[in-house]
């Protein structure tokens, strides 16, 4: 399944007579749609010169949560650690911003421009304990392909 999304991530990415905003958010539905345990799919940003992540394109359930500061919840932790971070059950997490009830589990992948931690994926899903070295792997090749369109749409 990754593989194909691949394809079409890459050919979504690549279509420059789209804006960047419209790529990264039929990215976002691509994934929410195709995957099954992809319940809720967004890019968060650095806020420019701000220690804080404002939330870009993204694909379900609205969310308060448009800005988040370095080190608050999951999305948070990744803009500080720079590591990949998957949560089986967020309800054994500490430091987790619940986004909605019926969240079980998250997975967020850092995406890198020239070397610096500029964003990241974040995935939410209703299912406990879905997430796998697979969708970790895909979710690298998703942002090291966004990381190409990317470089103008950051302030």
């Not at 958010?25 to 345990?37: F, G, I, N, P, R």
């Not at 997490?93 to 974040?122: H, M, R």
Request: hydrophobic share 35%.
């Amino acid at each position: 399944m990754f593989s194909e999304l691949e394809l079409k991530v890459s050919a979504i990415l690549s279509t420059s007579d789209s804006s960047i905003e419209n790529r990264l958010q039929a990215v976002c539905e691509l994934l929410k749609t195709t995957v099954s345990h992809y319940d809720w799919v967004g890019f968060y940003f650095k806020n420019g010169n701000k220690e804080e992540l404002k939330l870009g394109p993204y694909s379900g359930a609205p969310t308060d949560h448009t800005i988040i500061p370095f080190g608050k919840g999951i999305c948070g932790q990744v803009a500080v650690s720079n590591q990949n971070f998957v949560v089986p059950d967020v309800s054994a997490q500490d430091n987790y911003i619940a986004c909605s009830l019926t969240v079980k589990s998250e997975i967020v992948v850092p995406l890198f421009l020239n070397g610096e931690n500029v964003g990241q994926i974040d995935i939410d899903s209703n299912t406990t304990d879905p997430f796998s070295e697979q969708d970790e792997r895909f979710l690298e090749f998703v942002n090291q392909n966004v990381a190409k369109i990317i470089d103008g749409y950051l302030e």
